[in-house]
């Protein structure tokens, strides 16, 4: 069983910058891809970004290539979301996840093993 608790979430101008933190615990964790999605109100959950156990390799969605990077401390099992050049299309509830697959199986979120319960951004225009 994989625990994920995220933070950072809140609010921030068009063109600004946050960084969201997923706190990872439980057996195995290290061996785990962990990524982020994010659904908005009335929309689907999108995929945003993955990382690879190792944490040296990774693949993002279409949206967010560029301007979002993720980056992983396998000390002490916490993946990052660096978001910069914020947009207000980039409001959402945004997930952390893990799953022992990497790699494109990431752009469906169903079937993912674990997620956590959200944390909210808000980007005003």
């Known amino acids: 069983q994989v625990q994920l608790v995220e933070s950072g979430g809140g609010f921030v101008q068009a063109g600004g910058s946050l960084r969201l933190s997923c706190a990872a615990s439980?057996?195995?964790?290290?061996?785990?891809?962990m990524g982020w999605f994010r659904q908005a109100p009335g929309k689907e959950r999108e995929f945003v970004t993955v990382?690879?156990?190792?944490?040296?390799?990774?693949y993002d969605g279409d949206s967010v290539k560029g301007r979002f990077t993720i980056s992983r401390d396998k000390a002490t099992n916490t993946v990052y979301l660096q978001m910069n050049s914020l947009k207000a299309e980039d409001t959402a509830v945004y997930y952390c996840?893990?799953?022992?697959?990497?790699?494109?199986?990431?752009?469906?979120?169903?079937?993912?093993?674990?997620w956590g319960k959200g944390t909210p951004v808000t980007v005003s225009s």
């Open positions: 439980g057996r195995s964790v290290g061996n785990y891809a």
């Open positions: 996840a893990a799953d022992r697959v990497y790699g494109r199986r990431w752009r469906d979120p169903v079937g993912i093993e674990y």
């Open positions: 990382i690879d156990w190792n944490g040296r390799s990774t």
